[in-house]
């Protein structure tokens, strides 16, 4: 077991890394701690096609567990909704979502020796990864989720009409809950002298190499994020105590707990704190939440930090009456989840869960279960759950023209008969 000293309910750092990573590893072993949460039949997937089960995986992700995976493209990989439910979300079985072709394998030929430019600060410098390694040590456990996780429940909300929402249809698997390693960003700006006056916010730039002729700022994956994140931003080296694979932004990553997977820079390059968010397509213009018929732009809020979501992951198909263990994961966004209730009748009355496994901080996932008598007929399995502030997740969320940030409890019902 995890022993809970090496957590704080308000600190989502580990201050015990190698024993939280021996933790981690006990988890992806292992599967959920405290708990046995058993996986039953084929997962129900929106979106998962028979053809996307049978698409094998693109070469740079090769190395996946091809039966956790439904691949909608070369970058766009999900998890199916029975491998969502570990306290640790094996690397094996992380959805991908990249926004630029995968770069190839020089990325990570020389992980020690890759370079970070770092700006507006007091003294600008280019820090080897080497040289972040010597200044400083944390792991963070969090959920890392696409912004369009939930996507397919909006679109499926619109079948029929005149409207639509373009993008790919994920279901629940664009999410994941990992454990990052690397430095306190906060830490690198105080060594390099701190930030210069007026920075309001933390802008961070991929590595990505852009094909000639095409205009950078149309391409380019950057984004900013308020300042006020500065206690909690990583750059991190490693995932899940191995070093950051290729496909999930080796050799570096920006990592910023509680915001949308995009904000999650891979393959940084260069960071500099600004005074303005960066005018590059993805953010001024993309990953905007604005009404449909509407275009993204900065006057609307950007993707930022996540809301308070859960769903089942078991059961999920037909079986027998009797005790049944209804389970699942829930999450709060930039609050630790408080509370989570489940409805067997598709929301008519709901009885609280309770958490099993350990509490990884307030930014990570917790799973939860309830253990009921159930007598043959049909049930609609949801959750709902509430974050530390006391926001519980809507019925349905408002439709936005991007189909960003689905956290409803109805859509992800899972209905099952017992005999």
Same mark, same amino acid.
């Given at each position: 077991?995890?022993?809970?000293?090496?957590?704080?309910?308000?600190?989502?750092?580990?201050?015990?890394?190698?024993?939280?990573?021996?933790?981690? %590893?006990?988890?992806?072993?292992?599967?959920?701690?405290?708990?046995?949460? /058993?996986?039953?039949? +084929?997962?129900? $997937? +929106?979106?998962?096609?028979?053809?996307?089960?049978?698409?094998?995986?693109?070469?740079?992700?090769?190395?996946?567990?091809?039966?956790?995976?439904?691949?909608?493209?070369?970058?766009?990989?999900?998890?199916?909704?029975?491998?969502?439910?570990?306290?640790?979300?094996?690397?094996?079985?992380?959805?991908?979502?990249?926004?630029?072709?995968?770069?190839?394998?020089?990325?990570?030929?020389?992980?020690?020796?890759?370079?970070?430019?770092? =700006?507006?600060?007091?003294?600008?410098?280019?820090?080897?990864?080497?040289?972040?390694?010597?200044?400083?040590? =944390?792991?963070?456990?969090?959920?890392?989720?696409?912004?369009?996780?939930?996507?397919?429940?909006?679109?499926?909300?619109?079948?029929?009409?005149?409207?639509?929402?373009?993008?790919?249809?994920?279901?629940?698997?664009?999410?994941?809950?990992?454990?990052?390693?690397?430095?306190?960003?906060?830490?690198?700006?105080? +060594?390099?002298?701190?930030?210069? /006056?007026?920075?309001?916010?933390?802008?961070?730039?991929?590595?990505?190499? *852009?094909? %000639?002729?095409?205009? /950078?700022?149309?391409?380019?994956?950057?984004?900013?994020?308020?300042?006020?994140? &500065? #206690?909690?931003?990583?750059?991190?080296?490693?995932?899940?105590?191995?070093?950051?694979?290729?496909?999930?932004?080796?050799?570096? !990553?920006?990592?910023?707990?509680?915001?949308?997977? $995009?904000?999650?820079?891979?393959?940084?390059?260069?960071?500099?704190?600004? #005074?303005?968010? =960066?005018?590059?397509?993805?953010?001024?213009? !993309?990953? !905007?939440?604005?009404?449909?018929?509407?275009?993204?732009?900065?006057?609307?809020?950007?993707?930022?930090?996540?809301?308070?979501?859960?769903?089942?992951?078991?059961?999920?198909?037909?079986?027998? %009456?009797?005790?049944?263990?209804? +389970?699942?994961?829930?999450?709060?966004?930039?609050? %630790?989840?408080?509370?989570?209730? *489940?409805?067997?009748?598709?929301?008519?009355?709901?009885?609280?869960?309770?958490?099993?496994?350990?509490?990884?901080?307030?930014?990570?996932?917790?799973?939860?279960? &309830?253990?009921?008598?159930?007598?043959?007929?049909?049930?609609?399995?949801?959750?709902?759950?509430?974050?530390?502030?006391?926001?519980?997740?809507?019925?349905?969320?408002?439709?936005?023209?991007?189909?960003?940030?689905?956290?409803?409890?109805?859509? /992800?019902?899972?209905?099952?008969?017992?005999?």
């Amino acid at each position: 077991m995890i022993d809970e000293k090496w957590l704080s309910d308000n600190d989502p750092v580990c201050s015990n890394r190698r024993g939280f990573l021996r933790g981690v %590893a006990a988890v992806t072993a292992g599967g959920a701690l405290g708990v046995s949460i /058993p996986l039953q039949g +084929a997962d129900i $997937v +929106a979106g998962a096609s028979a053809q996307e089960a049978a698409t094998p995986l693109p070469e740079y992700v090769k190395w996946k567990n091809p039966d956790s995976m439904i691949v909608h493209s070369d970058q766009t990989l999900e998890t199916r909704r029975a491998y969502t439910g570990s306290v640790i979300t094996p690397e094996e079985q992380l959805y991908v979502r990249n926004n630029i072709k995968a770069p190839d394998d020089s990325f990570i030929a020389d992980r020690d020796g890759w370079k970070l430019e770092i =700006t507006g600060v007091k003294s600008p410098t280019v820090l080897s990864v080497a040289e972040l390694k010597t200044m400083g040590l =944390t792991t963070v456990a969090m959920v890392l989720q696409c912004s369009g996780n939930g996507r397919a429940y909006f679109q499926e909300k619109l079948k029929g009409t005149d409207k639509a929402i373009k993008g790919t249809s994920w279901a629940l698997g664009a999410a994941g809950c990992v454990a990052w390693t690397g430095v306190p960003l906060k830490t690198v700006i105080e +060594a390099v002298g701190g930030a210069s /006056p007026g920075a309001k916010f933390i802008t961070g730039t991929g590595g990505e190499k *852009i094909p %000639a002729g095409l205009n /950078p700022k149309d391409i380019i994956v950057e984004r900013s994020v308020p300042i006020s994140n &500065l #206690d909690t931003v990583l750059l991190a080296w490693e995932l899940n105590g191995k070093p950051i694979s290729l496909a999930h932004g080796g050799p570096l !990553r920006m990592i910023v707990p509680g915001y949308a997977g $995009v904000n999650n820079v891979k393959y940084v390059a260069k960071l500099s704190l600004t #005074d303005t968010e =960066t005018d590059a397509k993805i953010q001024k213009t !993309r990953y !905007r939440v604005h009404d449909m018929g509407t275009e993204g732009s900065a006057d609307v809020p950007s993707v930022w930090a996540m809301d308070v979501k859960s769903w089942v992951t078991s059961p999920l198909s037909d079986g027998k %009456a009797g005790r049944v263990t209804v +389970a699942g994961v829930a999450f709060g966004g930039m609050n %630790a989840v408080q509370e989570v209730e *489940i409805s067997t009748d598709g929301g008519k009355n709901w009885h609280k869960a309770d958490f099993v496994g350990p509490d990884l901080g307030r930014f990570a996932w917790r799973q939860f279960a &309830l253990s009921t008598e159930l007598e043959p007929g049909s049930y609609t399995l949801v959750s709902r759950a509430t974050d530390a502030t006391g926001k519980t997740q809507p019925e349905e969320p408002e439709l936005n023209a991007g189909g960003y940030s689905h956290n409803g409890w109805l859509a /992800p019902g899972v209905k099952i008969s017992l005999a």
